[in-house]
């Protein structure tokens, strides 16, 4: 067989399911989603879980890993080679790059966007319209290896930049910003800019300019038009409430 289907899987219309994949029993897939070749949907995960409920619309790319016990809102997108583990509560419009996973046991907001090469650690809560770029690390272990757990929180609309580590229990401040390379620990005011190794605040994220566009940074006031329309009227409004908390603040 091209493929494993359990019976008693729910499956909505219009999904397309590829070549070698399998789909497990404990499973709810929405209308209108897509799965690539080799993906495993509905793993079996430790202990008791509830389904997998893969939200309609989603783009599955070939070599994903779903487990069960996870709800996962509309219009999912992955990469390839893509693991998402038990217990973890997603948003509408997650997309996921190559090789990235999430540790389950978390929550991930709406719009949520990660690249290539993520690593959300267990237990991890995220907020709407964040960006993890490539090679960010989300640790949730202040002692490795301990059977210890202080995951990270991060709040919306926050930007993880290149290969920034988030040590265990750092809670990010909406809107902050966390430098390419940069260590972020304890307490992240809203709106502030993190640079280096020591996790330093630079300033407000105000101050960062591209400079021969002078495009400036909360990336709101310029780049709102890349999401649904629908999207646009939620992110004014919680810019507007980030940029009055983060002006009231001495950074």
């Given amino acids: 067989m091209d493929n494993l289907i359990d019976p008693s899987a729910k499956i909505g219309s219009n999904v397309t ?8 029993g404990n499973v709810e897939i929405g209308d209108n989603c897509s799965i690539g070749d080799f993906c495993v949907i509905g793993h079996p995960g430790p202990g008791e879980n509830g389904p997998l409920v893969l939200g309609a619309d989603a783009t599955v790319r070939s070599h994903a890993v779903l487990y069960e016990g996870s709800t996962i809102g509309p219009k999912l997108e ?5 693991v998402i583990r038990e217990g973890s509560m997603i948003g509408e419009n997650l997309r996921v790059g190559n090789f990235s996973d999430i540790e389950g046991s978390g929550r991930i907001g709406d719009f949520v966007r990660m690249h290539a090469y ?3 650690g267990k237990g991890s809560d995220i907020g709407d319209f964040v960006w993890l770029f490539s090679l960010t690390t989300l640790m949730n272990d202040p002692l490795p290896p301990s059977h210890l757990a202080d995951p990270v929180t991060i709040g919306d609309m926050v930007t993880i930049c290149v290969n920034a580590q988030l040590m265990p229990g750092v809670r990010i401040g ?3 910003f966390i430098a390419a390379g940069a260590v972020a620990s304890g307490e992240i005011p809203t709106g502030a ?4 190794p020591d996790g330093e605040v630079a300033g407000p994220v105000r101050l960062l300019m591209h400079m021969e566009t002078r495009t400036r940074h909360p990336w709101h006031k310029h780049f709102a038009d890349a999401y649904p329309e629908h999207a646009r009227e939620r992110i004014a409004q919680l810019g507007a409430e980030i940029d009055a908390e983060a002006a009231e603040l001495d950074l």
């Fill in 78 to 82: 992955t990469g390839h080679h893509v």
């Fill in 174 to 176: 909406r809107g902050a």
């Fill in 17 to 24: 399911i590829g070549h070698g994949t399998r789909v497990y």
């Fill in 193 to 196: 800019l993190i640079t280096g």
């Fill in 118 to 120: 993520a690593h959300v």
